[in-house]
């Protein structure tokens, strides 16, 4: 298993639209395992997926739990960066089709 970072959020489900918690696991930056909050700055170097190039940036992520209300297995996830801090999250009902570990916005 490849290493990978969280972001801790809370958002709506895309399937039933109930609000809670959410662990999001996402490859970008400094790939150690490390967990983030909306609002942090993303650290770089040593295990790095994709490139800091700043600016708005998208990344494919994907939840660590079932929705707590309608029981959905494999939520996917956006996660958005300007500047290397975490902006937001946006759950989706299908993956993020990225030909690389981010995209720019």
């Known amino acids: 298993m490849s290493a990978f970072n969280t972001v801790k959020t809370r958002a709506s489900c895309p399937f039933c639209d109930n609000s809670h918690e959410w662990t999001i696991q996402f490859k970008y930056g400094n790939c150690c395992q490390y967990e ?3 609002g942090n700055k993303l650290r770089w170097g ?3 997926k994709g490139q800091n190039v700043g600016g708005l940036v998208r990344t494919a992520g994907i939840a ?3 929705c707590k209300s309608c029981g959905k297995d494999y ?3 956006a996660v958005y960066f300007c500047d290397n801090i975490i902006e937001r999250v946006e759950l989706l009902r299908r993956p993020l089709q990225l030909k690389d570990y981010y995209e720019l916005v």
Do not use: C, D, K
């Open 46 to 48: 040593g295990n790095r």
């Open 36 to 38: 983030y909050r909306v």
């Open 75 to 77: 939520v996917n996830a």
């Open 64 to 66: 660590e739990e079932r």
